[in-house]
């Protein structure tokens, strides 16, 4: 699985290179919207990663050195719990 840090590296590396073509053109409104829909896929991404993060089996749970495969039940309540409104 890869690291939350090189998913992030990509998506901003991809939109500097955006970025750049726009600034080279002089596209004002190009970039404003590069910008804003930088900062609107970090935040989704950041959430997915969350979620990917709560899914995880934590280390030292399950069958001797955490080696239990969890069902796709386990990991569907694990999801609404960590959803639930408080």
């Not at 090189?6 to 002089?26: C, D, H, V, W």
Request: net charge negative; glycine share 8%; no cysteine.
């Amino acid at each position: 699985m890869r690291e939350r840090s090189k998913i992030l590296e990509n998506l901003e590396s991809a939109y500097r290179g955006a970025f750049s073509r726009a600034e080279s053109a002089e596209d004002e409104e190009g970039m404003a919207r590069l910008d804003f829909d930088y900062q609107r896929d970090q935040l989704f991404l950041e959430a997915i990663l969350d979620v990917r993060d709560g899914l995880q089996t934590p280390e030292g749970q399950g069958d001797e050195g955490g080696s239990r495969v969890e069902s796709l039940l386990e990991k569907a309540e694990r999801l609404r719990r960590l959803t639930r409104l408080r």
